[in-house]
């Protein structure tokens, strides 16, 4: 066997392990669910539990089974029932009743059978690279954060699921809370990259036996391509999340009342809805109580605020502030001082990286550019609060191991950030051919990028051309948020 075909057979492996451990990943979040429960709707704009029990699979079998192997359809009913999910944008909600899903026996048949096929599949195409699909390897990388994303957002509808209908999780995380002081942190001018090079330019260069270009990644979605650079004029920023209790000065000082803090569509929303608060928050007399994934506590005051694009950019307004761009978040997160030496990059980090033509750090006059916040070392717990090792929030500024360059605290985990920045192409994007709709059906003036990551993130989408993005008037997402001086 040639050296490519066996790294072909090694990276299938490896994607093979991972479509496993994701699987694992979502079983064990339908399992916190009480059986008599999976036929709820958490959230009226959402389809009930039991569809997406189904959707996990029926979404690895549309995409791998004929396109990648050839397989026959077993169940087509299935298949199109479990296609797609809903995007609640437009008012309108689902009204379909209990009785119209299959039973829970009928697609656990669904469920194994899939992955019998699937996974014979796979390992018939480990056996013979040569003969598997051009994108195959691409397609498995979807398959597997497809199905790490939905372990994120399953998250945000069992969150609405009352505790007595849930089996509780593992013990939760032990924070210690310091009460710490967000200031302005001064974010000098620069450049910032986003997005991410095309492998097969990386590929062109090796070829021609050129110095590697930084900025590659093993897979990246369409709306992460191309890489380009933009400039930044000078700005200051939160070095730290808006906690519970800044908000709730905003609450107590009106700010729900405010018309003016509010773009005609957020008030009309606000209005409609009758949003008075964060989701997630809940009053008793003149107590403030917090959902947590498992009940209700005391409002931790020192936890990040989780809210909607609407009540973060009226609560900026408050401020006479801003949301950041995407382009400030990047500079902010991994940027680095225009003097700093590649020496003195990283905590942790290889500080000969650089001398090395290390594709994680970037330098442009005198400037770097990081991998992460905190320079190169691999996401960690000490880094954030990501990777599902929490089913909440964690007080902000506690892990001072992820600070960026900067002085920013928490700008990966501990809640999604939003930005001002509409979602939209990069220029050279071109939607994935097995998959056209994944970015370009959002690109519709109605969703905002968010940057991040939030408890529930798996750490593979931490990259930092990773983009997020929701529509602003849906309060059900673990999205916190910082604001701008610019």
């Known amino acids: 066997m040639g050296a490519l075909a066996a790294t072909a057979v090694r990276i299938r492996h490896n994607l093979h392990t991972r479509l496993l451990k994701s699987r694992a990943r979502t079983d064990e979040l339908f399992q916190i669910v009480r059986e008599e429960a999976l036929y709820d709707r958490p959230i009226a704009e959402r389809h009930r539990i039991v569809f997406y029990i189904g959707h996990v ?19 087509r009913t299935f298949d199109e029932l479990f296609s797609f999910g809903i995007d609640p944008v437009g008012g309108g909600l689902p009204t379909d009743p209990p009785e119209d899903w299959p039973s829970l026996p009928e697609v656990a048949r669904y469920q194994k059978r899939v992955r019998e096929e699937l996974d014979r599949a796979i390992e018939h195409a480990l056996e013979r690279p040569e003969e598997g699909h051009p994108h195959s390897l691409q397609m498995l990388h979807v398959a597997v954060e497809h199905r790490l994303m939905h372990a994120e957002t399953l998250a945000y509808m069992l969150h609405r699921l009352p505790a007595e209908k849930k089996i509780c999780g593992p013990e939760k995380v032990a924070w210690k809370a310091p009460r710490v002081k967000s200031r302005l942190v001064e974010i ?28 590659i990644v093993e897979f990246g ?27 709730l000065r905003f609450i107590q000082a009106g ?14 929303w606000r209005t409609k809805e009758n949003i008075l608060h964060p989701m997630f928050w ?3 007399g003149n107590l403030w109580l917090y959902r947590t994934m498992f009940g209700e506590i005391r409002l931790p005051l020192e936890w990040p605020v989780y809210v909607s694009h609407a009540e973060a950019t009226a609560y900026a307004n408050w401020l006479g502030r801003k949301l950041p761009t995407e382009a400030q978040f990047h500079r902010a997160a991994y940027g680095t001082p225009k003097n700093e030496l ?9 500080a000969n ?48 191991a992820g600070v960026s360059a900067f002085g920013v605290y928490d700008l990966v985990g501990n809640g999604w950030e939003w930005t001002r920045t509409e979602f939209a192409p990069f220029p050279g994007f071109t939607p994935m051919p097995f998959y056209p709709g994944y970015s370009a059906n959002f690109f519709d003036g109605k969703h905002y990028v968010m940057k991040g990551g939030s408890p529930r993130t798996a750490a593979c989408m931490l990259r930092r051309s990773f983009r997020n993005w929701f529509q602003p008037h849906y309060p059900y997402l673990y999205a916190t948020f910082r604001c701008v001086e610019d």
């Open 57 to 75: 699979e029926a979404f690895d079998w549309n995409l791998l089974s004929q396109r990648a192997f050839g397989l026959r359809s077993f169940h």
């Open 188 to 215: 000098p001018a620069g450049r910032a990259t986003l997005g991410v090079q095309h492998s097969n330019e990386h590929d062109n260069n090796l070829a021609q036996e050129k110095p590697a270009q930084e900025n």
């Open 221 to 247: 979605w369409d709306n992460e391509f191309a890489a380009h650079e933009i400039a930044v004029p000078g700005f200051a920023i939160d070095s730290h999340n808006v906690t519970n209790h800044d908000f």
């Open 255 to 268: 700010g729900y009342d405010n018309r003016s803090l509010w773009s005609p569509e957020a008030w009309a």
């Open 282 to 284: 809940r009053a008793e």
């Open 342 to 350: 590649p020496a003195q990059k990283a905590r942790g980090g290889d």
């Open 353 to 400: 990286a650089e001398e090395r033509g290390h594709p994680g750090g970037k330098e442009r006059q005198g400037e770097l550019e990081r991998t992460y916040p905190w320079g190169e070392e691999a996401p960690s717990e000490r880094h954030g609060n990501f990777d599902f090792h929490s089913w909440d929030p964690s007080p902000v500024g506690v892990h001072p």
